[in-house]
């Protein structure tokens, strides 16, 4: 009895992961043909999150999702913001530039990509903007190295924040030709994915946003 009940839930476990790859990939087939057919959509991705499809140009990139800081036809800027660089944090920098950590918040230092690797993209809230800043879309603004300390101060700075050592560049063309491609799924920012606890898996987190908000199982009711 016992081998037989063991048998059965690993059936419907195997099962249950099989269905939700079937979905997954029915609606990022779905949702890429769509976006070859909207070019002015790819054209315009600054402010967009991109999330990594199967066919991710490099292995480093696979479950990713990355902000598009800048985007125009000299090409493209954006930053990973959902892998963690491992025993860092924003101590670990500023001691290395001899600056005081008094008043710093111990935030967490994300992988922003193999580009300017000696760099800090400071993702956050316009409830601060120094003469640096940019703001990108809607409540969220990028700010550079030297507003580290400002930032991530605990008074003072804005109230959400990421950072990221490094970013990815893209020449002219080459992101539209990726997405194009299948290579990226292009969403408007969000907030809560971007500055949400980092433990959580934010890749499928998006996916499964965007699925339901695209009625991705539509195709499936009344196929039991």
């Not at 779905?30 to 999330?51: A, E, F, V």
């Not at 809230?125 to 809607?138: A, C, E, P």
Request: aromatic letters at 8%; charged letters at 20%.
């Amino acid at each position: 009895m016992r081998h037989s009940l063991h048998k059965n839930f690993y059936f419907n476990e195997k099962l249950t992961k099989i269905a939700y790859n079937l979905i997954v990939y029915h609606w990022i087939v779905n949702l890429t043909r769509n976006m070859r057919n909207r070019d002015s959509d790819i054209r315009h991705l600054n402010g967009k999150i991109l999330l990594s499809t199967s066919s991710a140009p490099n292995e480093y990139l696979e479950r990713s999702m990355i902000f598009v800081c800048n985007h125009n036809e000299k090409g493209a800027v954006g930053v990973i913001i959902n892998k963690l660089i491992p025993n860092m944090n924003i101590f670990s920098i500023l001691e290395r530039l001899q600056v005081s950590t008094e008043s710093v918040e111990n935030l967490e230092i994300h992988f922003g990509g193999l580009e300017e690797m000696n760099k800090c993209f400071i993702l956050h809230s316009d409830d601060y903007m120094s003469s640096g800043s940019k703001l990108i879309v809607n409540n969220i603004a990028v700010s550079m190295n030297e507003d580290v300390t400002k930032v991530a101060t605990s008074s003072g700075g804005p109230k959400k924040k990421l950072l990221c050592m490094g970013c990815c560049i893209w020449v002219p063309e080459q992101l539209e030709n990726e997405v194009a491609s299948s290579y990226w799924i292009p969403i408007d920012a969000d907030e809560a994915l971007i500055f949400g606890d980092s433990s959580v898996d934010k890749w499928s987190k998006a996916l499964l946003k965007i699925g339901s908000s695209t009625n991705l199982f539509s195709d499936f009711q009344g196929n039991a």
